[in-house]
């Protein structure tokens, strides 16, 4: 009896061409990211040698220790205010945005195009123009100075409505009425089913709304002009005025800012990744 032996097909490592190219990239946008938490374990007089070092001679933790203990700027307060502001918009666009993406997706009313597309013409509306009248609005309800102001208006987002919207048109309508067979109410089935459904798209505007909110520096200037209610991209301007030959310090200052966004990215990385291949397929 002759037995074969099947060949098994081999997979052969590929080297693709665009990775000499995509990898340097990636490092030197890296550079000034990793100069600044290098920098930031650095004494003042190392920050100033020349030729500079790449690693700290002598690696410090006091830069940190000072922008802790500042009194007049406590940066833990700044925290709090930027915490608030970016956690709120977050729960509140997401829910927002992913029922309204699904009510245009799945239901039909009167005007329902129009609607639509009046809500994406607001995105090319720049924020400019809606400055002053905003803070007018805001100046008669009494706003200014409250972390509201910047919580209220940022209840809907135009592009998140236009993002859940494109993923919900993939979600089959013979498993929404088959939970409306089965006594499901509209509510539920957008909690339990749809929700569900959403989870790339809830990752990765949940960080994009995150990002922009924490980093955000024009608007909460003109809004908050106490210091109690400030928020920490404002304050580092602050810091960076009063720290004008302390680089080492800023840096820390800089480090201990950014460091909520890399810990939300770490652990949304790949939904994050998923949504974004998802979202260019959805239609």
């Known amino acids: 009896m002759i037995t074969t032996v099947e060949n098994k097909p081999r997979h052969k490592f590929k080297i693709n061409p665009a990775y000499f190219i995509l990898i340097p990239a990636s490092l030197l946008t890296l550079l000034p990211f990793i100069w600044m938490i290098l920098g930031s374990f650095k004494t003042g007089a190392e920050m100033r040698q020349i030729p500079p070092t790449i690693f700290p001679q002598e690696f410090t933790l006091a830069n940190y220790q000072k922008v802790l203990s500042d009194a007049d700027l406590p940066i833990l307060l700044f925290y709090k205010n930027s915490l608030i502001i970016a956690l709120a918009n977050v729960v509140q666009v997401l829910f927002t945005s992913s029922l309204f993406g699904y009510i245009f997706a799945k239901f039909e009313f009167k005007f329902k195009s129009v609607v639509f597309w009046f809500i994406l013409a607001t995105m090319m509306i720049p924020q400019q123009m809606t400055m002053i009248p905003g803070y007018l609005i805001l100046a008669k309800l ?12 940022a209840a809907i987002d135009a592009f ?22 089965d006594g499901a109410g509209e509510f539920r089935i957008f909690r339990q089913i749809v929700l569900p459904q959403f989870g790339p798209a809830l990752a990765t ?3 994009l709304t995150f990002m922009f909110n924490w980093n955000a520096y024009l608007w909460p200037l003109i809004i908050l002009t106490e210091q109690k209610v400030r928020t920490l991209p ?5 810091f960076q005025n ?7 310090i800023t840096m820390a200052a800089s480090v201990l800012i950014i460091l909520p966004v890399l810990i939300v990215f770490l652990f949304a990385q790949r939904w994050i990744v998923e949504g974004i291949t998802l979202t260019g397929s959805k239609g």
């Not at 404002?234 to 602050?238: A, F, P, Q, R, V």
């Not at 009063?242 to 080492?248: Q, T």
């Open 160 to 181: 998140g409505i236009f993002l859940f919207k494109q993923f919900a048109t993939s979600i089959p309508n013979e498993l929404l009425d088959a939970a409306r067979v």
């Open 234 to 238: 404002i304050i580092l301007t602050w």
């Open 205 to 207: 505007f949940g960080m």
């Open 242 to 248: 009063r720290m004008v030959s302390n680089d080492h």
């Open 142 to 153: 009494g706003l200014i100075n409250n972390l509201l102001a910047l919580i209220i208006p």
